[in-house]
């Protein structure tokens, strides 16, 4: 079966309105593609440069911006984040910036709250987003376990911003994406008039329908980006070149950062790195990060060892693992692949 056979097929599995996917083998772009439609109303095909809700693949911006700081020597990855927040509960205090990256803060995730599926609809202040939480305990001693949070990130936002005397946004733009030539990469505002913006689509009562509004203040740097394979590409070449930090510091990122729990990381089968999930594949190095969110799902997978990256953006949020979708196109291109058994999501 051919590539376009392959993915053309998992779309009519999936009920895949449109999908846009990337290539990229040491550095240079071998599949740059779209695939059905990016608005199903207008019949505006999917193409490389339509621009889809990336969610939580955005966490790995939000931690390249806090990568940069730690090698600027603004700050240290062993401080605690209250060192940079006012007004943190007690409970957080000790939190470091490391735990939060690599999701061992033990903060409950506040789209894990019991209203919180009450509160997307509204705009509501950052304040407000942590209010959902900050009177729970937290989930386990910082450091002992991992549990997926997205608070720790929505925190890390809040110390960029007050770091840099800039917004998140306004960080982004000019530390990342304008460098790097993203023009396409922007903060997700509903609002926006953003060229090639796919529309997003979820299932409801077995029929295809839009995706409800989904404020912008629930994502911010927890996963708050538009982007499109094109322009992924691109934030591909630089992790691959070591373009906007150490070829150290991304390795560091890349390193499994098992918990204090004792599980021994050959049986976690897939631990977090510093804004990466790094899967166990037999010895060889991949790592990725999936995103999901109302309407969209998206993934990043590296397989370093092999040095090719796969990047997919769909605009359907009931694909619950875009991962392995990355991994079987990867197999297309590297057979290998093709014999490594599938791991956890790379949430």
Same mark, same amino acid.
């Given at each position: 079966?051919?590539?376009?056979?392959?993915?053309?097929?998992?779309?009519?599995?999936?009920?895949?309105?449109?999908?846009?996917?990337?290539?990229?083998q040491e550095g240079e772009e071998i599949l740059v593609k779209g695939y059905g439609l990016a608005n199903v109303?207008?019949?505006?095909?999917?193409?490389?440069?339509?621009?889809?809700?990336?969610?939580?693949?955005?966490?790995?911006?939000?931690?390249?911006?806090?990568?940069?700081?730690?090698?600027?020597?603004?700050?240290?990855?062993?401080?605690?984040?209250?060192?940079?927040?006012?007004?943190? +509960?007690?409970?957080?205090?000790?939190?470091?910036?490391?735990?939060?990256?690599?999701?061992?803060?033990?903060?409950?995730?506040?789209?894990?709250?019991?209203?919180?599926?009450?509160?997307?609809?509204?705009?509501?202040?950052?304040?407000?987003?942590?209010?959902?939480?900050?009177?729970?305990?937290?989930?386990? +001693?910082?450091?002992?376990?991992?549990?997926?949070?997205? *608070?720790?990130?929505?925190?890390?936002?809040?110390?960029?911003?007050?770091?840099?005397?800039?917004?998140?946004?306004?960080?982004?733009?000019?530390?990342?994406?304008?460098?790097?030539?993203?023009?396409?990469?922007?903060?997700?505002?509903?609002?926006?008039?953003?060229?090639?913006?796919?529309?997003?689509? /979820?299932?409801?009562?077995?029929?295809?329908?839009?995706?409800?509004?989904?404020?912008?203040?629930?994502?911010?740097?927890?996963?708050?980006?538009?982007?499109?394979?094109?322009?992924?590409?691109?934030?591909?070449?630089?992790?691959?070149?070591?373009?906007?930090?150490?070829?150290?510091?991304?390795?560091?990122?890349? *390193?499994?950062?098992?918990?204090?729990?004792?599980?021994?990381?050959?049986?976690?089968?897939?631990?977090?790195?510093?804004?990466?999930?790094?899967?166990?594949?037999?010895?060889? /190095?991949?790592?990725?990060?999936? &995103?999901?969110?109302? &309407?969209?799902?998206?993934?990043?997978?590296?397989?370093?060892?092999?040095?090719?990256?796969?990047?997919?953006?769909?605009?359907?949020?009931?694909?619950? /693992?875009?991962?392995?979708?990355?991994?079987?196109?990867?197999?297309?291109?590297?057979?290998?692949?093709?014999?490594?058994?599938?791991?956890? +999501?790379?949430?």
């Open positions: 079966m051919l590539i376009d056979d392959y993915i053309r097929d998992i779309m009519t599995k999936n009920q895949i309105p449109g999908l846009s996917v990337a290539v990229v109303e207008h019949c505006v095909p999917a193409t490389e440069k339509t621009v889809y809700e990336i969610a939580s693949v955005g966490k790995t911006f939000t931690a390249t911006g806090t990568m940069m700081l730690v090698e600027e020597g603004v700050i240290s990855l062993d401080e605690a984040i209250a060192d940079y927040l006012d007004y943190l +509960p007690l409970a957080w205090q000790s939190v470091t910036i490391k735990q939060i990256l690599s999701h061992q803060s033990g903060i409950p995730n506040y789209t894990h709250a019991p209203n919180y599926w009450e509160i997307t609809r509204l705009d509501l202040s950052k304040s407000e987003i942590l209010a959902l939480v900050t009177d729970l305990p937290l989930k386990f +001693p910082p450091g002992e376990f991992s549990a997926y949070d997205n *608070t720790g990130y929505y925190l890390l936002g809040l110390m960029l911003e007050k770091l840099t005397k800039q917004s998140y946004g306004d960080l982004l733009r000019k530390q990342i994406f304008e460098p790097l030539g993203m023009n396409a990469t922007v903060m997700n505002h509903p609002r926006d008039i953003v060229l090639h913006r796919a529309a997003g689509y /979820r299932f409801l009562e077995g029929k295809l329908v839009n995706k409800p509004y989904y404020s912008p203040s629930v994502t911010y740097s927890a996963g708050g980006q538009l982007s499109s394979v094109e322009d992924m590409v691109k934030w591909e070449q630089a992790l691959y070149r070591a373009t906007l930090l150490k070829q150290a510091t991304l390795d560091l990122m890349w *390193t499994p950062h098992p918990p204090n729990s004792g599980d021994d990381w050959e049986k976690l089968r897939y631990v977090a790195g510093l804004g990466w999930w790094i899967s166990n594949y037999s010895d060889r /190095r991949v790592v990725g990060h999936n &995103g999901s969110i109302l &309407g969209f799902a998206s993934n990043i997978t590296r397989f370093i060892d092999d040095k090719i990256t796969v990047i997919v953006l769909c605009n359907l949020d009931r694909v619950s /693992r875009p991962d392995a979708i990355a991994k079987e196109i990867a197999g297309y291109y590297c057979p290998e692949l093709t014999k490594i058994s599938l791991q956890p +999501p790379l949430s």
